[in-house]
């Protein structure tokens, strides 16, 4: 087991850990919101940017694999390198990369470059985002850090819905002619502040003992994570060549033998890339089997409503984005309240968050059946109202019960396992759901039938949730 290095030891004994400010917990959520931000802003934009680059429906969708695979891939790897080599160094490298790969995604000049541009951009994001959690919970403790982990839990969703009101906005004013690219480019001047700001506000922790890099399960992760997303996010477009069925098969007999190297390397004393024994825990084990069908469904919530509101009700990017108004505000006003509901009410802040999303859902797919095509921001703004007050209830408990009991020399590893889940999840709710909507939407049922279906079992979804968060540990 490895301790945090920091401030001197006080004269009672205990280590000072360094403290975050006010300053450097906004800091590092800036930093943090930048790749959630990408990860949705592209989804208002991909019209435009079929228009511009006449890309193939495979490559638009790999606009949006390329980064979100790469972010999955590598967040435990840049979390173990936090632990490592710095928390702060890695999150200014990490902004640094996002910030120059953000500039190259804005000026590619064709398709290709775009895809390897935003694969690269991933990466840079998975060595950035770990290290908020991390620096949140090397510097912080008791009501502190549950409050900062609450407030990353609101950041994670409150960044989801602003990327794509921001990204309909940035599309359809189109300025100076540059079309889609500014989605990207508006990250160049933010990092560059991020920067600056951070090099003054960040404290700066690191593991005492540097762990080695678990290179074995480092790699069987990588291929479990690529065999299982690729072909999901892939498959629907290409048609379901022969390499996307192999590569399915191939899931289950690495994600295998990933968790049996890492079962070994614990056994014999050393420090897997996601150790047993953390996973194992109650708030870890428990809060992750929530999070999975949560991140699920919140992910092909997002996804299905920018393309049913765009190519469906044909309302365009930046109406788009308008519609998403009343949930951002209600998210944002509940996560403000949600800690002060925890204090009181416990884990029972999930069910009431997972209750609530369902109603949302089932009111707007009455609301389509109701109006369609003709519905309006305010026929639509009261199920947006209760889907963003589900989702702020229970995104940002979820990530409090996680990580609020994580110690703080495994504080990197601890956020990369969390901040996977997340991701891996996002992209096999899109996978899963995006593609169920994309056929059914072309079929006899069209775009009415195809959403009304979707958002009854996204509804199914959420009482899922419900169900599993009765088991959640009590995050008081």
């Given at each position: ?113 775009l895809?390897?541009a ?19 919970q ?42 889609w ?5 508006v ?16 404290p ?38 022969w ?36 996973l ?89 059946l ?100 009765r ?6």
């Amino acid at each position: 087991m490895t301790t945090t290095t920091t401030t001197p030891v006080h004269p009672t004994g205990v280590t000072a850990r360094p403290a975050l400010t006010s300053a450097g917990l906004a800091t590092v959520l800036l930093g943090a919101a930048l790749p959630v931000i990408d990860f949705f802003i592209v989804n208002v934009a991909l019209p435009t940017i079929d228009t511009d680059l006449h890309a193939s429906t495979a490559t638009l969708e790999l606009v949006v694999a390329a980064y979100g695979i790469a972010y999955a891939v590598l967040l435990v790897l840049g979390g173990r390198l936090g632990d490592a080599f710095g928390r702060r160094r890695l999150f200014l490298l990490g902004l640094a990369l996002f910030t120059l790969t953000s500039l190259v995604c804005g000026l590619a000049p064709d398709a290709l470059t775009l895809v390897l541009a935003r694969a690269a951009q991933g990466a840079a994001a998975a060595m950035l985002l770990p290290q908020v959690l991390s620096i949140i919970q090397a510097g912080t403790t008791g009501e502190h850090r549950s409050r900062a982990l609450g407030s990353y839990g609101a950041m994670g969703g409150i960044a989801t819905v602003v990327g794509q009101l921001l990204g309909g906005a940035l599309v359809a004013a189109d300025l100076w002619g540059t079309s889609w690219r500014p989605i990207f480019l508006v990250n160049v001047p933010i990092g560059i502040i991020g920067l600056l700001v951070a090099r003054r506000t960040v404290p700066d922790s690191r593991a005492e003992n540097p762990l080695g890099v678990d290179r074995w399960g480092t790699a069987l992760l990588a291929a479990s994570l690529l065999t299982l997303l690729v072909p999901l996010m892939e498959g629907s477009a290409l048609g379901w060549p022969w390499w996307t069925i192999v590569l399915l098969v191939l899931f289950p007999f690495a994600a295998l033998g990933f968790a049996r190297v890492e079962k070994r390397l614990e056994s014999r004393g050393g420090m897997p890339l996601l150790p047993p024994a953390l996973l194992r825990t109650a708030n870890v084990r428990h809060g992750l089997v929530a999070a999975v069908p949560f991140f699920c469904g919140f992910g092909s919530f997002m996804f299905v409503y920018a393309v049913t509101l765009q190519d469906g009700l044909h309302l365009g990017p930046l109406g788009s984005g308008l519609v998403l108004t009343p949930m951002a505000v209600a998210y944002f006003v509940t996560s403000l309240v949600s800690s002060h509901l925890v204090a009181r009410l416990g884990q029972k802040v999930v069910l009431a968050g997972g209750l609530i999303a369902a109603l949302g859902l089932l009111v707007l797919a009455g609301s389509a059946l109701w109006a369609w095509p003709g519905l309006t921001l305010w026929e639509l703004a009261p199920a947006m109202v209760l889907i963003g007050i589900g989702n702020g209830l229970a995104m940002t408990t979820l990530f409090r019960i996680v990580l609020s009991r994580v110690p703080h020399d495994l504080a990197g590893i601890g956020g990369g396992v969390m901040t996977t889940t997340q991701q891996t999840s996002l992209a096999l709710g899109v996978a899963v759901f995006g593609s169920l909507f994309a056929g059914l939407s072309t079929s006899s049922m069209g775009y009415e039938g195809a959403f009304v279906l979707v958002m009854g079992l996204l509804a199914a979804v959420a009482l899922l949730v419900v169900v599993l968060a009765r088991k959640l540990p009590d995050p008081r």
